[in-house]
């Protein structure tokens, strides 16, 4: 992340900021990561990881990132972790700015689904 990053001066007028939405990608970001380093992607080439249809989370924005701010963070939480043809995770995503908690999301859930 820059100072002078795209999304600062396109989010709010005179209140430079990353965008929630931006924080909420980073999570499901985060979670991809989680499901390749444990090797769910090896054998599953023609797959995409996917938001669970159906289920719902909750987000709460609580602080932002500002063209000052120096390490966003981001931690996952697992709750649940399925294997089988369409490998599941669950979990609960906290993004912290500088130290500061910034955004939660609970009871995210991500999928490695079949492309088609």
Known sequence: MT???????????????????????????????FLTAMGFTLDRDAHHFAPAPGQSAGLRCRGQVTPRSKTLTYEVFVTELHDGPTPRLK?????????????HAADLCLCLAPNG
């Not at 795209?6 to 909420?24: S, V, Y």
């Not at 979990?91 to 955004?103: E, I, N």
């Open 3 to 33: 100072a002078d990053a795209w999304f600062f001066p396109a989010h709010f007028k005179n209140d430079p900021c990353q965008p929630g939405t931006l924080m909420m990608e980073g999570s499901l970001q985060a979670m991809a990561f």
């Open 91 to 103: 979990a609960h995503v906290l993004c912290t700015v500088d130290g500061l908690r910034a955004l």
